[in-house]
């Protein structure tokens, strides 16, 4: 048998540009970014939500780390009675010489874990309840919607107030019923949301395949609408953190040994003429707190959202 030799492979010469010089071809690499990816660059991008987030984890860690390095803590009683803010005390002093300064950051303390405990509670119970009710429809739907635009129709302050004020003043309480109280807020939502995925492809893929309704509830319809209830999650905190703060101020809310922003501001009313920092410092933090959530839930929604092509700044 006669071998055939090999012949040389011939790699193509690019032809040569109009001007005499052979044309380079270039190779361009498209990194592949998972939704992710996409999700976190699209939030980094807005302006807002990034400011907010680095004041908001400043007050955070100044009411949990600086509380504990702050040389007064919250009940101490000084020698200066009703000093205006100064260097010793930044906040000034009460009537009694309790500094402040150590008394804002325990309450602020106190109130962001009402709010973050109301915000995840009453997401939690909504999402399911609204996932229930839009999955199954029906008589399941009709129960339990017309069951929370009962609880809507209540006024929610009122409600609130003769709820607290019979459960206590202690926080995780007043966390409890105006967490209950949000609850239906959060499952219409949930609802409407899953109303519009249930017909989806990929659900009817799964039920074909032999996937439980609880499965499909918890591995399909809850991930695709998780948009949405981290949107939610965000304006929970910042409604919650206001209401707890009109509870307190009437009365209602968070009650002494416990403090909180809005039981300051309660307490500083009746001095906001001689002593008003008393007043400004606890309202201060709170806006700050309220409005730096807001503008991060507006960059969620804007960094979730994928019919977003322009990142608001």
Request: hydrophobic share 50%; net charge neutral.
């Amino acid at each position: 048998m006669r071998e055939v030799a090999p012949t040389p492979e011939t790699t193509p010469v690019p032809a040569p540009a109009p001007g005499g010089q052979p044309t380079v071809e270039r190779e361009f690499t498209v990194a592949e970014r998972s939704q992710a990816q996409l999700v976190l660059r699209r939030f980094l991008q807005h302006r807002a939500a990034m400011i907010s987030l680095v004041i908001l984890v400043m007050v955070v860690l100044l009411a949990y780390v600086g509380g504990l390095l702050w040389h007064y803590q919250a009940g101490d009683i000084t020698p200066d009675n009703s000093q205006p803010p100064s260097l010793d005390h930044p906040f000034g002093t009460d009537s009694v010489g309790k500094d402040q300064f150590a008394e804002v950051l325990r309450g602020t303390r106190i109130s962001l874990q009402v709010a973050v405990s109301v915000a995840v509670f009453a997401t939690v119970v909504g999402t399911i309840w609204g996932s229930l009710a839009g999955f199954f429809g029906g008589r399941t739907d009709s129960l339990l919607m017309r069951f929370a635009d009962l609880i809507l129709t209540l006024p929610l302050i009122a409600v609130a107030a003769m709820l607290a004020h019979n459960f206590g003043g202690t926080w995780y309480l007043i966390a409890l019923v105006v967490a209950v109280l949000y609850s239906p807020y959060v499952s219409r939502v949930s609802r409407g949301v899953v109303l519009s995925l249930r017909e989806k492809e990929y659900v009817e893929a799964a039920r074909a395949l032999g996937a439980t309704n609880t499965r499909i509830i918890v591995r399909h319809l809850v991930p695709n609408a998780l948009g949405s209830i981290l949107v939610n999650l965000t304006i929970l905190v910042a409604l919650a953190i206001l209401l707890e703060t009109a509870l307190s101020y009437l009365g209602f809310g968070v009650q002494t040994p416990d403090t909180s922003l809005g039981l300051l501001v309660s307490q500083a009313q009746t001095a906001l003429t001689t002593r008003p920092w008393l007043f400004y410092f606890p309202g201060l933090f709170i806006i700050v707190i309220a409005l730096t959530i807001n503008f991060i839930g507006d960059g969620l929604r804007d960094a979730l959202d994928p019919q977003q092509r322009k990142v608001r700044q």
